[in-house]
Nanobody, 126 residues
Framework: VQLQASGGGLVQPGGSLRLSCAAS????????VGWFRQAPGKEREFVAA????????FYKDSVKGRFTLSRNNAKDTVFLQLNGLKVEDTATYYC????????????????????WGQGTLVTVSS
């Protein structure tokens, strides 16, 4: 499985972006897709995940109500809509995929994901 993340850019506080994670080699019909981010000088952290069979979504507390996951009908792309962006959301965002349909506590652990995209930079600044 190869993942291609895109959609990052420079946006002002309060602005929006839509990140895409496109898969080649399989469709997003089973397993778990996660988004993680890493800011300069900080550790990678969980942002959001979608458990694909039931499309249940899970979010980091600080992004709930601002970020939204979705999947296209072709099941080959997962989107992360970022609304109400804050300066502290600045980071490189990575999408990742794992074959198992993990429970909520496990899908927040980046070490459980086997496949990673290359990252897309989101910069929130005035």
């Amino acid at each position: 499985v190869q993942l291609q993340a895109s959609g990052g850019g420079l946006v002002q506080p309060g602005g929006s972006l839509r990140l895409s994670c496109a898969a080649s080699g399989r469709t997003f019909s089973s397993g778990t897709v996660g988004w993680f981010r890493q800011a300069p000088g900080k550790e990678r952290e969980f942002v959001a995940a979608m458990r694909l069979p039931d499309r249940n979504t899970f979010y980091k507390d600080s992004v709930k109500g601002r970020f939204t996951l979705s999947r296209n009908n072709a099941k080959d792309t997962v989107f992360l809509q970022l609304n109400g962006l804050k300066v502290e959301d600045t980071a490189t965002y990575y999408c990742a995929y794992t074959v198992p349909n993990y429970i909520a506590s496990a899908l927040r652990d980046g070490s459980r994901y086997e496949f990673w995209g290359q990252g897309t930079l989101v910069t929130v600044s005035s």
